[in-house]
Every structure is written in C-alpha cells, then in structure tokens.
C-alpha cells in the first residue's frame, strides 16, 4: 500500500484514510514480531530488490508502537526532539494552554527559558519534565478525590 504523503505533511494534519489502515497493518506486524518474544523486533524489508533485515531494539519498537497506534487511530503527531527550543506558543500548543498563561508560568520560574533577543524560548526537555511533573501532581490529585469520595459512600 502506497501512501503519497511526506512525515511533514502528516504533522500538520490528520492522516487519511489510507495512513491509518498501513498504521495500523504495521502496529500488528511489529505486535506479533514483539509478541514472539524476541530481545528486539527483526523486520525484513525489501528496498529496491533488495533484502534488508533490521532488527529494532525494545525502546526503538516501543516508540514506533505509540507513533503507529496514535496515526493509526487518527491523530496528528509531530515528533519533538527534546534538544529542541521551542517558542512559547509551539511549548502552550504542547502544554494545551494559552500563551499568556504560559508565559505567566516562565514568569514564576516553574519553567527554565533562554532570551534570544527579546523572545523567550523553552528547551523541550525542560516542557516534558514540567508536564510530567504536573501531570503526576494531577493524578495523585485525582485519587485523593476517589479516595475521599469512596469514604462518603
């Protein structure tokens, strides 16, 4: 299955029809390869009449597994790597946020930035790490409220 569509095409928008299904079919071969038990995910590819044999490591099969899974079920993905700086609206976009709320939490130092200029940037590193940190703020949150709302009943 041919899919004419680029990796920078596919981060702007939601993929098709077509993207999803080879996500998918792709998702179940490399979940059957991994199901098997091997150390990595031995893959045979043929490119151009040739036979190419690639053997993906844990990690490198858990990644392409959450990429194929999120295209599969149609949602945009952009790939960030963490070394990047980021601007403070590409890091709210992340965070799901407004810009100005964003920049309030730079402000109050709950996030590390550079000046360039006079813009603020933010190492994606450093968003990741704020977002997890919130996130597990969040769910520890979450389950004091089941807690206390299991001890009302």
Do not use: C, W
Not at 71 to 98: E, F, H, K
């Amino acid at each position: 299955m041919t899919v004419p569509a680029t990796a920078t095409e596919l981060g702007a928008r939601l993929p098709n029809a077509g993207e999803k299904a080879a996500a998918n079919q792709l998702r179940k071969i490399l979940a059957a390869k991994l199901a098997a038990g091997e150390e990595g995910a031995r893959l045979n590819v043929i490119d151009e009449g040739k036979r190419l044999d690639i053997t993906l490591t844990p990690a490198l099969s858990g990644l392409l597994m959450d990429l194929l899974r999120h295209v599969g079920s149609g949602n945009a993905v952009t790939l960030v790597p963490v070394s990047q700086m980021l601007t403070t609206q590409q890091a709210a976009d992340i965070l799901n946020v407004s810009r100005p709320f964003f920049i309030k939490l730079l402000e109050e130092g709950q996030i590390p930035f550079e000046l360039v200029g006079r813009h603020r940037r933010v190492k994606a590193e450093n968003l990741f790490s704020y977002k997890a940190r919130r996130d597990q703020k969040r769910g520890e949150a979450l389950s004091a409220l089941a807690e206390m709302d299991s001890e009302l009943i």
